[in-house]
């Protein structure tokens, strides 16, 4: 590879994946001639590793169990200016690969996704659109603005992105925490519509669709609490001073007409419901600022790193 060409890595993360690794890893190397194709084993019993080897790929394992494990064992090792994740079961279009490097580079981008359309029911489930769906919709009303396709395993990363991201989750909620990451740093991302394919025949999904859709769900409403913690305890502390207006209304007019308090076991149960609502909001409060000193040491890793377009400079 030329000094004037981008290092290019190729993240594959791999679990029992002999039915379409090797074909993975071909699909890659034609579209990405110049790149180091790696592939993480993730505890695979099947001849994952060996068939990735003979395909020409870096193989290399990880023993945690969990592809957000995989993913921040890769992002530790590997050195590269332009990351590009995909999964190892050939249902990603490899061929777009070319192209949404080439977006990146142009303006720059921390992040491009590869945004999923397939015209075949097998390849991307109803129940897995429905979900994608509505998670997608719930990080844009938490978050304020989104991706249109927030679980897809087809990234590509700057060497900045993958430098400054501590990688938390454990498992195939990780593609909801790149997105969260993404936005709460106000990153230059994009999207780029690829084909997705059916699975080939012997591969099998590891994704459950409630188990995984839960976690999902989980670690949205977690990041909310972590990165909008006024919001967050806010609403709490509001429902718990609602609840304490509300039963304090009767206690209130029957103090006007009588000027008596006959029910005191109500009396302290408001005083406890606002008591909470007031320690919820200075919660809230503190833990802003905590958050704010994250974001500006995560913001401040994020800027040692030069753009993408300056991969050649100080090589």
């Known amino acids: 590879m030329s000094e004037a060409e981008p290092r290019i890595a190729v993240l594959l993360p791999c679990y029992n994946e002999a039915g379409a690794i090797a074909q993975t890893v071909r699909d890659f190397t034609q579209a990405l001639p110049g790149a180091i194709i790696y592939v993480y084993d993730n505890n695979s019993t099947d001849d994952s590793s060996a068939l990735a080897a003979a395909s020409g790929a870096v193989v290399r394992s990880v023993r945690q169990q969990g592809k957000g494990h995989v993913v921040r064992r890769m992002f530790a090792d590997i050195d590269a200016d332009i990351y590009v994740m995909a999964d190892g079961d050939a249902t990603y279009e490899a061929a777009a690969a070319p192209r949404m490097v080439a977006a990146m580079l142009a303006d720059n981008l921390d992040m491009v996704v590869g945004a999923r359309k397939s015209e075949v029911e097998a390849a991307y489930r109803r129940g897995h659109r429905l979900g994608n769906l509505l998670l997608t919709g719930l990080l844009r009303?938490?978050?304020?603005?989104?991706?249109?396709?927030?679980l897809s395993g087809y990234r590509i990363f700057s060497r900045r992105f993958v430098k400054s991201f501590p990688v938390l989750s454990a498992g195939f909620e990780i593609e909801t925490e790149m997105s969260v990451h993404a936005l709460e740093l106000a990153m230059p991302v994009s999207e780029e519509l690829?084909?997705?394919?059916?699975?080939?025949?012997?591969?099998?999904?590891k994704l459950s669709t409630y188990r995984d859709g839960w976690r999902i769900l989980r670690t949205i409403v977690?990041?909310?609490?972590?990165?909008?913690?006024?919001?967050?305890?806010?609403?709490?502390?509001?429902?718990?001073?609602?609840?304490?207006?509300?039963?304090?209304?009767?206690?209130?007019?029957?103090?006007?007409?009588?000027?008596?308090?006959?029910?005191?076991?109500?009396?302290?149960l408001i005083t406890g419901l606002m008591i909470i609502a007031v320690l919820n909001g200075m919660c809230g409060l503190i833990l802003d600022t905590v958050v704010r000193g994250r974001r500006e040491v995560r913001r401040l890793a994020y800027l040692t790193f030069r753009a993408p377009s300056d991969f050649a400079r100080d090589r």
């Open 141 to 150: 009303r938490l978050f304020g603005r989104s991706f249109t396709d927030i």
């Open 194 to 205: 690829t084909a997705y394919a059916a699975r080939p025949e012997g591969s099998v999904s």
């Open 222 to 268: 977690q990041l909310y609490r972590i990165e909008r913690p006024v919001l967050f305890f806010g609403i709490i502390g509001a429902l718990f001073a609602l609840a304490g207006l509300i039963l304090a209304v009767p206690l209130f007019l029957t103090y006007l007409q009588t000027g008596l308090v006959p029910r005191f076991p109500t009396a302290i």
